[in-house]
């Protein structure tokens, strides 16, 4: 998947991790969504480490990470209708060189619409074919949801 991010370089002796994290970021930061993170699991601490990695080359050390969500809040569930009238969580990651606004996909979201969703925060192409499939309208949906959400809608 194309990504502005350079690839992650690992000091000798560590082991490559059989789930690397599935994250999209836009080639140009600063927009209400620059990108989207798919974790593999609910319990998304256990991947923070992962994803600071990733996003240190991009953004500097990281000083700060927030959310826009209560810590009991579930995300909205997108494999099945109802999603539209929740909150979409969005985490901002922050570094010296920048912040990166991130839409979190649910873990359980199908892969198919998952892809479409990290595709479509990172403002990556998508085919004209892919462009009438559900699993891109469902993720056009759920962007204009989010950026609405943010005062972004335009």
């Known amino acids: 998947m194309d990504c502005a991010l350079p690839p992650v370089t690992r000091p000798v002796g560590r082991r490559c991790s059989t789930n690397p994290i599935r994250l999209s970021v836009s080639r140009q930061l600063g927009r209400a969504i620059d990108g989207a993170w798919w974790p ?3 319990r998304m601490t256990n991947e923070l480490p992962g994803l600071v990695t990733a996003l240190t080359p991009l953004l500097g050390d990281i000083t700060a990470i927030n959310v826009n969500w209560q810590p009991l809040q579930r995300p909205p ?5 109802g999603w539209e009238c929740k909150r979409q969580h969005v985490m ?3 570094g010296p060189h920048g912040l990166v606004n991130l839409l979190i996909v649910p873990y359980t979201t199908y892969s198919a619409l998952a892809l479409m969703v990290l595709r479509c925060a990172a403002d990556l192409p998508v085919t ?5 499939k559900r699993a891109y309208l469902t ?9 609405q959400q943010c005062g972004a809608a335009g």
């Open 40 to 42: 593999r699991a609910d």
């Open 128 to 132: 004209a074919a892919d462009r009438e």
């Open 92 to 94: 901002t990651v922050s």
């Open 139 to 147: 993720a056009d949906s759920i962007l204009r949801a989010a950026l």
């Open 77 to 81: 569930e997108f494999n099945w209708p």
